[in-house]
């Protein structure tokens, strides 16, 4: 049980990098959930 967990890891793993790989870039890291939680913003704030 413990290989099939560890495999299906590592295959989202390494499908991730390709995908960053083939696509040449990052994904958009401009907007984290921690940004608002620092600045006390409210889901229904806008």
């Known amino acids: 049980m413990g290989y099939?967990?560890?495999?299906?890891?590592?295959?989202?793993v390494f499908y991730s990098i390709y995908k960053i790989i083939t696509t040449g870039k990052m994904p958009s890291n401009?907007?984290?959930p921690f940004d608002d939680i620092t600045e006390g913003k409210k889901p229904n704030d806008d």
């Open 4 to 12: 099939i967990f560890t495999a299906i890891v590592l295959s989202a």
């Open 30 to 32: 401009n907007y984290t």
